[in-house]
């Protein structure tokens, strides 16, 4: 089954610098990873998603890169702000259905 | 749309006692999922139902652990007896089919004490 991986745990950075947090999977027939971000308290929500025949996707100031030969895929935050400050979880398809979740980066910008 | 929609928010129960918990998916979404989260595990996925049909549930723990779909706007989990282990946040997530665009409810934060 899918396993991804998730680096690094937990991630501090100055505010208006830029986050990258990084997932490896090991299944060669996933096609499909979303992002979710998840505040304190408060449940996951989907950010951003890539699919396997893409290999960047940009909305405002977050991206995602894939690279599908390394088996990797990247979230990256530019010109970070107070309220990016979350738990942000990586995923890839397992099935049809089925997610499998990394174990989630903890983010804080700091003022 | 309000979402999907959990209750309780908050659920503390004894050890022993039975525990049932409540999720109406978006309308028109016909795949609704039970995921469970702990600081140990992260997000684990219980069980999925495709058009109020489970599908795959071998993510339940065990026996004690049940879930329902009886009709496209209504599930719910149940666990009895419960247990001190338990304890997490349950969440309920709903999607127009398969993994694409999970909308999660704001989930039970259940304590087995």
């Known amino acids: 089954g899918e396993n991804v991986e998730q680096h690094p745990s937990t991630l501090s950075v100055q505010e208006g610098d830029s986050a990258v947090i990084k997932c490896t999977y090991s299944?060669?027939?996933?096609?499909?990873f979303p992002w979710y971000k998840q505040e304190l308290g408060k449940r996951p929500q989907l950010i951003i998603d890539?699919?396997?025949?893409?290999g960047e996707k940009k909305d405002q100031r977050i991206a995602v890169t894939l690279n599908k030969t390394a088996k990797h895929f990247s979230l990256h935050i530019t010109e970070t702000q107070p309220e990016d400050s979350a738990v942000y979880f990586c995923?890839?398809?397992?099935?049809?259905?089925?997610?499998?979740f990394g174990a989630g980066t903890t983010v804080t910008v700091r003022a | 749309d309000a979402g999907v929609i959990q209750s309780p928010r908050h659920e503390v129960t004894e050890m022993g006692q039975e525990v049932t918990l409540r999720c109406k998916p978006i309308?028109?979404?016909?795949?609704l999922f039970w995921y469970r989260q702990t600081m140990m595990r992260g997000l684990e996925l219980l069980i999925y139902?495709?058009?109020?049909?489970?599908?795959?549930d071998s993510g339940m723990p065990e026996d004690r652990f049940s879930a329902k779909m009886p009709n496209a706007s209504f599930s719910t989990l149940k666990i009895q007896p419960s247990e001190p282990r338990d304890s997490a946040v349950y969440f309920c997530?709903?999607?127009?089919?398969?993994?694409?665009?999970?909308?999660f409810g704001s989930g039970t934060r259940l304590t087995v004490v």
């Open positions: 309308s028109g979404h016909n795949s």
């Open positions: 890539i699919r396997s025949n893409v």
């Open positions: 995923a890839g398809l397992l099935n049809d259905y089925k997610l499998s």
């Open positions: 139902f495709n058009n109020n049909v489970p599908i795959d």
């Open positions: 299944d060669s027939a996933s096609n499909y």
């Open positions: 997530a709903s999607s127009q089919g398969g993994p694409w665009g999970y909308t």
